[in-house]
């Protein structure tokens, strides 16, 4: 029978322990250590300034390759293959927007179907991995069951093993099911959990008060009931951020659609690209980067509205 877990008592460390006597000698030695030359203010400016310099000049560097992208999308194919990539347009009447309907269209990219299909894949992604994700973190993080520690060691040491050893056994296995050329072998994985997301969700749910458990246990509530109206209400910022890494991780990938769909019409927005790029070769180089643009521009709104989960799964993970 599983119980739920309680957490350990914790202990003042305050009297625990006397605190140590002060050295008199290395007290005086402290007194007549040198002051540094400047003040700590000063410092601190100092280094901030640098962090900043720091700062502005990588993102100056990430930002290299998008800005080339963006800038051959709005020239000709013939600027583009000259290498005119550079220098952005020096007139308005200059700027080629037809390049973007031009790209999207059907005898090109084919885009408007495979952006149905990325939007359906990607949202049952997202959902699968929220569910799955956050019962298995619920069931570690408030559960007590003999070898629970074990378990999740091996579930967290799944991740180190690299996705090409699994990629050979799992086509084979979604074959003999018969779902290849499917939605399934893309959208059944994020319905299995996966082991960093499961990470996340048992470090929040070890952080609620086992006040709130008592109480909802004491006014009748079941297991279900205490994960369904209490854990997840609550555990919103790792839903966002848990959301945010898996459409992203969707939205952009390309090898597992390649493996599992044959079908052109099931392709997603990378097979489109892909295709694109492989039937007109060198030519039409401004409409593939138009076509990129249009792709990439989900993830880049994406980003710029969730900087604060970025930095919350930071901290989440890289603290107690």
Not at 43 to 61: D, E, H, K, W
Not at 211 to 216: K, M, V
Request: net charge positive.
């Amino acid at each position: 029978m599983t119980t739920l877990a309680q957490p350990p008592q914790q202990t003042d460390a305050l009297g625990a322990q006397p605190r140590p006597a002060i050295n008199a000698a290395g007290a005086a030695a402290t007194w007549n250590r040198p002051k540094p030359p400047r003040s700590s203010a000063a410092m601190s400016a100092r280094q901030r300034l640098l962090i900043y310099t720091v700062l502005c000049v990588g993102s100056l560097v990430f930002l290299i390759p998008f800005y080339f992208v963006l800038n051959g999308s709005l020239k000709t194919d013939a600027q583009v293959m000259g290498g005119n990539v550079v220098k952005p347009p020096a007139h308005w009447a200059d700027i080629q927007w037809n390049n973007y309907p031009l790209a999207l269209s059907p005898e090109k990219m084919n885009f408007w179907p495979a952006l149905s299909n990325t939007v359906v894949i990607t949202t049952l992604s997202v959902i699968g991995q929220i569910i799955s994700c956050s019962l298995v973190g619920f069931g570690f993080a408030r559960f007590s069951f003999r070898g629970r520690s074990i378990l999740f060691m091996i579930m967290l040491s799944t991740m180190m093993l690299p996705a090409q050893i699994t990629m050979i056994p799992l086509f084979v296995m979604f074959r003999t099911l018969h779902m290849i050329d499917t939605f399934w072998p893309i959208i059944l994985p994020a319905w299995l959990a996966s082991p960093f997301f499961v990470f996340m969700f048992r470090q929040f749910f070890t952080q609620i008060p086992e006040e709130l458990i008592e109480a909802a246990k004491m006014d009748g509530a079941s297991h279900w009931r205490i994960y369904w109206q209490l854990m997840l209400p609550l555990s919103g910022p790792v839903i966002a951020i848990v959301a945010i890494y898996t459409f992203l991780g969707t939205w952009n990938d390309f090898m597992t659609p390649l493996i599992y769909l044959n079908d052109p019409a099931k392709g997603t927005l990378a097979l489109a690209l892909n295709s694109f790029m492989g039937q007109y070769g060198l030519t039409d180089a401004n409409l593939l980067m138009a076509g990129s643009v249009v792709c990439m521009l989900p993830c880049i709104v994406l980003f710029f509205a969730c900087q604060k989960y970025f930095v919350e799964s930071v901290a989440m993970t890289g603290g107690k």
